[in-house]
């Protein structure tokens, strides 16, 4: 008599959970960030971030528009009906000071560090340090240089470019010509405050708030010194900057 043959297509034991990178990304962060804005430009701005394609922003220090991105795109990477799977994080890597990118030692991922920390602090208040490491260690979040952006056509993310008034024009129209398909880019900075350019008027931050007006998809915000929301003696300082 011809005993059964087992079958190949079941296993005695519990399969193995299979993840897609969306829950991936969901098992990674575990909870949802709260919804907790502290003006209504904020809520309106967060909106803006998550309604179009390309959002360009300048404000002062203090509105929180860089926790805003970097929720937003937290928030858009963790929904399963979105197509978003990666934060990709750029900088133009210009300095306040005398150094230099490229006298900085290690490879280009230790070189952008100083540029990229304001960046990952944020997310460190979001999601925790734990989850910003795994997520960056599982290729979720990628760094970029300004740079070395030429080339690239990036699909299926979210392009978070901040300090933006330190980019030239031609950088600026670089960058924006990058989106490809199921992307968002995030652009924001503050047109007052370049380490870059004397007068803001050359900086691609300000050229790409002038020329890309009325562009379906794509929205322009702007915040201003009332909208400041952290200590309110900044509100004090920029007063004194003004003239």
């Given at each position: ?53 390309i959002t360009i922003c300048s404000g002062p220090a203090g509105v929180g528009k860089s926790y805003l991105v970097m929720k ?161 003696i900044i509100k004090e300082i920029l007063k004194r900057y003004e003239d």
């Amino acid at each position: 008599m011809q005993k059964n043959k087992p079958d190949k297509t079941q296993s005695p034991d519990k399969p193995k959970k299979i993840f897609n990178r969306k829950e991936f990304i969901t098992e990674i962060i575990k909870k949802k960030s709260k919804e907790k804005f502290l003006s209504e430009n904020q809520k309106k701005y967060y909106q803006i971030l998550t309604n179009n394609q390309i959002t360009i922003c300048s404000g002062p220090a203090g509105v929180g528009k860089s926790y805003l991105v970097m929720k937003a795109a937290i928030d858009l990477i963790m929904r399963p009906e979105t197509p978003y799977e990666k934060i990709i994080i750029v900088r133009p890597a210009v300095e306040s000071s005398d150094s230099k990118l490229g006298s900085l030692p290690g490879d280009l991922r230790e070189k952008m560090d100083p540029y990229v920390y304001a960046s990952f602090y944020l997310l460190h208040k979001i999601i925790g340090k734990e989850a910003t490491k795994s997520l960056e260690e599982n290729g979720f979040i990628e760094i970029m240089s300004l740079s070395f952006m030429r080339g690239i056509n990036v699909d299926n993310s979210i392009l978070v470019v901040e300090e933006a008034q330190n980019s030239t024009p031609s950088e600026m129209k670089m960058v924006l010509t990058r989106i490809g398909f199921n992307s968002k880019f995030f652009i924001s900075g503050d047109i007052e405050q370049s380490d870059k350019f004397k007068q803001k008027e050359k900086s691609g931050l300000y050229d790409a708030m002038y020329k890309l007006k009325d562009i379906n998809d794509v929205e322009l915000f702007q915040f201003g010194n009332d909208d400041v929301v952290r200590n309110p003696i900044i509100k004090e300082i920029l007063k004194r900057y003004e003239d």
